[in-house]
Structure formats: structure tokens, C-alpha cells
């Protein structure tokens, strides 16, 4: 099955940009979620990306597919303590429309 | 807020019990999904639901059971619960069972279970 891999911290500094990396195995994949989670609350869908695509931006927020190296990756511009959370990477793959998720990524932002 | 309601928030028992969790989807969605947070093991998916029938089956241990019923909420039963089932306890939800973008599920915000 699917294996999504994320690196469990990442700590920056308020203002500057925040980069989530998460790697997956599964070539079929078809489409790749973000996720936030808040301290306390549930996942909250930030964006989504088809594979087609190599890029997605929203606002503040930019996705980047690498298909070839199997990497996806969150920029977030700009960083504010209200983006500290914990992010999730989650991939759906041909065959099957439940999304295999990441173990998330906590993203500290300091002052 | 994402629609999706849980019930109770907070859960605490005794090992051997059971216990029943209560999810209702967002208005309009026909599909509800479970989900077990660990520490040890992340976000796990256990069981899926499409308009009252079972849709897809993840790791979900024998002494674990839900249903749909008509008016599309859910419930996840947990019995002779075990320390180890201690968790958040996620709810999701989407319009049909297609799956992708923008037919992505919705979470709701746990119900964490303790159990001494």
C-alpha cells in the first residue's frame, strides 16, 4: 500500500517562509491534500493538489509536485504564529479514494 | 467549523467497557468516515460509510464496530476496550464516496477517549 512519509518538526522564525516536505511511494497517485491541525481541534483541508499539476498557489500558501521524485511540498509565505500546528500530507492513489496520511508535521513559529 | 459534529468530546473509562461514539456529517453528505489518532501509530482509517452501508474497511480491530443509520449520523462502538485504544477518535465526512479535490472529507473535531 501507500507509504507517506513527513519529517516531524520544523521550527522558523515569524515572517519568514515555512517549507513541509512528504514523499510517497505510490506512483498512482491521484490526488495530494494538505492538511491543517490546531491544537485540540480537527483537520482542516488547507488545499489540494491533482497530479497532473505541478503547482498550485493560494494565497499564501504553494504546492509543488514532484512526480518524478514522488515529493510533495508546502510553502507557506510569510509565516505567523497562527500558522504554528501541525500540518498533514495525505495522498489518494488510483484504486482506492481513502487518503493514506502522513504522521504530520509540527510546525513551530517563533518570534 | 466544518459541519461535521462529534459527540462526546471527551470520554473516560475503564479497561473492559464499552463505549459508543456519535458523528453527524455535514449537511448534505452522504459519506462518513472513522478515524483513529495515536501517538505511536498517527492517523489511522478504520472504517468507511455510504448512505448506510459499509463502503470500505482499514484497520479496524474485531472488537470495534459502526454503523450508519438512515438519518446518515453515525456511531463507533468500542468494546472490552484495552489502554491501548486510547486515542483521538476522527470523524470525516464527504458528499459521495467518489473521493478527490474538491470532494475531499471534512473533519470533525474528535472525540478523545482515555481509558484507565
Known amino acids: 500500500g501507500e507509504d507517506v512519509e513527513q519529517s516531524l518538526f520544523l521550527s522558523v522564525r515569524e515572517g519568514d517562509s515555512s517549507v513541509i516536505n512528504c514523499t510517497y511511494t505510490?506512483?498512482?497517485?491521484?490526488?495530494l491534500y494538505w492538511y491543517k491541525q490546531e491544537p485540540g481541534a480537527g483537520l482542516q483541508l488547507l488545499t489540494y493538489i491533482f497530479s497532473n499539476m505541478d503547482m498550485k498557489q493560494d494565497q499564501r500558501l504553494t504546492v509543488l509536485l514532484n512526480k518524478k521524485d514522488k515529493h510533495l511540498s508546502l510553502r507557506i509565505a510569510d509565516t505567523q504564529t497562527g500558522d504554528s500546528a501541525i500540518y498533514f500530507c495525505a495522498v489518494e492513489s488510483g484504486g482506492s479514494y481513502i487518503p493514506t496520511f502522513g504522521r504530520g508535521t509540527s510546525l513551530i513559529v517563533h518570534p | 467549523d466544518s459541519g461535521v459534529t462529534q459527540t462526546p468530546k471527551h470520554l473516560i473509562t475503564a479497561t473492559g467497557q464499552r463505549v459508543t461514539l456519535r458523528c453527524s456529517p455535514r449537511s448534505g453528505d452522504l459519506s462518513v468516515y472513522w478515524y483513529q489518532q495515536s501517538l505511536d501509530q498517527g492517523l489511522q482509517f478504520l472504517i468507511q460509510y455510504y448512505n448506510g452501508e459499509e463502503r470500505a474497511k482499514g484497520n479496524i480491530l474485531e472488537r470495534f464496530s459502526a454503523q450508519q443509520f438512515p438519518d446518515l449520523h453515525s456511531e463507533l462502538n468500542l468494546s472490552s476496550l484495552e489502554l491501548g485504544d486510547s486515542a483521538l477518535y476522527f470523524c470525516?465526512?464527504?458528499?459521495?464516496?467518489?473521493?478527490?479535490?474538491?470532494?475531499?472529507?471534512?473533519f470533525g473535531p474528535g472525540t478523545r477517549l482515555l481509558v484507565l
Open positions: 470525516a465526512s464527504s458528499v459521495t464516496a467518489a473521493g478527490g479535490g474538491q470532494e475531499t472529507q471534512y
Open positions: 505510490d506512483s498512482s497517485s491521484t490526488y
